[in-house]
Nanobody
Framework: VQLVESGGDLVQPGGSLRLSCATS????????VGWYRQAPGQQRELVAT???????IYAGSVKGRFTISRDNVAKTVYLQMNSPKPEDTAVYYC?????????WGQGTQVTVSS
């Protein structure tokens, strides 16, 4: 199983950024996928998830600004980040849950700063 994130970067407040997570090694269409993040000195926290049926859940702090989407053909999950704030600065991790097992990517750094 592999989850490989990309797209992390330095972005200005109010800008936009899209993260991608390419996956392999499991039946993507059957998995719950999502994004978590961890800021320095903080616990890892949920950002957004998308179920196999397409239902989504967002953390209150990102709702209305971030959008999670999944491409079941490309086996890729995305996180569109609009109007990011400095407090969104963190390492963002891709996540998959399937058949009782959790899988994580290596993380990608997002820094929001002017």
């Amino acid at each position: 199983v592999q989850l490989v994130e990309s797209g992390g970067d330095l972005v200005q407040p109010g800008g936009s950024l899209r993260l991608s997570c390419a996956t392999s090694g499991f039946i993507f269409g059957d998995a719950v996928v999502g994004w978590y993040r961890q800021a320095p000195g903080q616990q890892r926290e949920l950002v957004a998830t998308a179920t196999d049926s397409g239902s989504t859940i967002y953390a209150g702090s990102v709702k209305g600004r971030f959008t999670i989407s999944r491409d079941n053909v490309a086996k890729t999950v995305y996180l569109q980040m609009n109007s990011p704030k400095p407090e969104d600065t963190a390492v963002y991790y891709c996540y998959a849950y399937i058949y009782g097992n959790e899988y994580w990517g290596q993380g990608t750094q997002v820094t929001v700063s002017s």
